[in-house]
T-cell receptor
């Protein structure tokens, strides 16, 4: 696609329910990142995928959070048993090769998650 | 672990004036890249400027320039001739050349006043 696509753009869920957020990176981008952004705050690193390497999961805040990536394409971020503190915008980004020269990360518009 | 710190939560500047946003980072790596991203109210992240750590020359993109002090691990952004459209949240970011991990600072909200 032309850019990074995230769906849904907005999600309202009840506390305790599971949610799945989707990210379609730019075709050919081997690196994919997930971030959480609470209202008016910075981007909190969650997880990073690079090609077929084991993902860097060091930012996942609890075992309720998990993410998968199918090859070098779509990624899903799953939050189980959602809590009100999970309410935030979840941003996905992709880049051609993580860490290489002139690598710009391109961002999606994000999914705004509201847990009620 | 790397960290990125932006110590100015909010700043304001008059239109046409110059403003500098601060950023410091901590790393033991030698191979890395630094970025400034802009996030307007639309929420879309936009790359403003990038700097390779091995380059001593400060990067410049039109009205935007950086002051990269590698020894001090400082990477400030200067916006000259500020425009109303520059109003946004600005994020400093660190990209590891070894692992590809990309991390961000807490952000600085910049308001340009007419």
């Amino acid at each position: 696609g032309a850019g990074v696509s995230q769906s849904p753009s907005n999600k309202v869920t009840e506390k305790g329910k599971d949610v799945e957020l989707r990210c379609d990176p730019i075709s050919g981008h081997t690196a994919l990142y997930w971030y959480r952004q609470r209202l008016g705050q910075g981007l909190e690193f969650l997880i990073y995928f690079q090609g077929n390497s084991a993902p860097d999961k060091s930012g996942l805040p609890s075992d309720r959070f998990s993410a998968e990536r199918t090859g070098e394409s779509v990624s899903t971020l799953t939050i189980q048993r959602t809590q009100q503190e999970d309410s935030a915008v979840y941003l996905c980004a992709s880049s051609l090769v993580g860490g290489a020269m002139n690598t710009e990360a391109f961002f999606g518009q994000g999914t705004r998650l509201t847990v009620v | 672990a790397q960290t990125v710190t932006q110590s100015q939560p909010e700043m304001s500047v008059q239109e046409a004036e110059t403003v500098t946003l601060s950023c410091t980072y901590d790393t033991s790596e030698n191979n890395y890249y630094l970025f400034w991203y802009k996030q307007p109210p639309s929420r879309q992240m936009i790359l403003v400027i990038r700097q390779e750590a091995y380059k001593q020359q400060n990067a410049t993109e039109n009205r935007f320039s950086v002051n990269f002090q590698k020894a001090a691990k400082s990477f400030s952004l200067k916006i000259s001739d500020s425009q109303l459209g520059d109003t946004a949240m600005y994020f400093c970011a660190f990209l590891s050349g070894n692992t590809g991990k990309l991390i961000f600072g807490q952000g600085t909200t910049l308001q340009v006043k007419p």
